[in-house]
């Protein structure tokens, strides 16, 4: 599975209903919470660091496989614990098990929603959080507001022994990746690819092939991993959104991914677009 994905609780979606039976798992000492920041997670020893939980508005990503409850809190700009550091969301996914990878999206992915709707978007009066905090309810008009997560679709596009990539100048110098965009309103998924395809590098494709999905909490999207197939056009950036974008031969993208070419590079590991290329170079 993709980094992000995996998660080991159970989200304890038919029980998170029932204020009562949340409160028992608050008050459970059993009961252990994952601490957010603004930058990142705690960790503790290379894993999620798993603390008491002492006040705050505890979110319930699950039960652990002994029944005990797993909570998340937002500290903010606060400090962890001692013995604890915060830690950035990709350097910490470098030092737990893939597993907790999940957590780390699941955990992040919730306090980042909160703390972006912590009003109603129908009247704008404060909300409460409900359901464990998988609901925001507005107590002045009773509109019900959902977690958000943002479709992306990412696609590899490959015409025989080449693939096309591009880059971003916010990117690290010399990266290249695979194209990508937001899904928009009435729009499949596949359409979706042969867009962006065409909005981005003015390149036209077919069958798109779903491979995979990756939760990506930066801050609440859910990337959907493609490959199509060239069928026209030269590639050109087209809406300014790449600083370049060009075709890459399958032997240049193998010494790209091993090191053997001096100033440029593909995705980390943990990316699904070094996915897609590793998929398909492999």
């Known amino acids: 599975m993709n980094t992000f994905s995996g998660s080991p609780v159970d989200r304890a979606g038919t029980r998170r209903t029932d204020p009562d039976w949340v409160a028992e798992r608050v008050a459970d000492p059993r009961s252990r919470a994952l601490l957010v920041t603004t930058g990142g997670v705690a960790v503790?020893?290379?894993?999620?660091?798993?603390?008491?939980?002492?006040?705050?508005?505890?979110?319930?990503?699950?039960?652990?496989?002994?029944?005990?409850?797993?909570?998340?809190?937002?500290?903010?700009?606060?400090?962890?614990?001692?013995?604890?550091?915060?830690?950035?969301l990709r350097d910490a996914v470098a030092l737990v098990s893939h597993e907790e990878s999940g957590l780390v999206a699941q955990a992040t992915g919730l306090v980042n929603w909160h703390r972006r709707h912590p009003r109603c978007s129908i009247c704008g009066s404060a909300t409460d959080m409900a359901e464990a905090g998988y609901l925001r309810r507005c107590p002045n008009c009773g509109a019900v507001h959902h977690p958000r997560t943002d479709p992306v679709v990412i696609m590899l596009v490959v015409d025989g022994d080449r693939a096309l990539l591009g880059?971003?100048?916010?990117?690290?110098?010399?990266?290249?990746?695979?194209?990508?965009?937001?899904?928009?309103?009435?729009?499949?998924?596949?359409e979706a690819v042969a867009r962006e395809v065409?909005?981005?590098?003015?390149?036209?494709?077919?069958?798109?092939?779903?491979?995979?999905?990756?939760?990506?909490?930066?801050p609440s999207s859910l990337m959907l991993g493609f490959v199509a197939e060239y069928m026209g056009g030269e590639p050109i950036m087209r809406d300014h959104e790449l600083e370049d974008v060009r075709w890459f031969s399958r032997e240049e993208l193998l010494q790209i991914r091993d090191g053997r070419r001096d100033g440029l590079h593909v995705p980390p590991p943990i990316a699904i677009a070094r996915r897609l290329i590793d998929g398909w170079l492999d």
């Open 167 to 190: 880059r971003q100048a916010r990117w690290p110098p010399g990266r290249y990746s695979a194209l990508a965009g937001f899904v928009e309103p009435g729009e499949s998924l596949e």
């Open 44 to 88: 503790e020893d290379d894993r999620l660091a798993r603390v008491p939980l002492d006040g705050g508005e505890p979110i319930l990503l699950g039960l652990e496989p002994d029944g005990s409850g797993l909570f998340a809190v937002d500290l903010g700009d606060e400090e962890p614990p001692p013995g604890t550091a915060a830690v950035g």
């Open 198 to 218: 065409r909005e981005e590098a003015g390149i036209e494709v077919r069958a798109p092939r779903y491979v995979s999905s990756q939760p990506w909490p930066f």
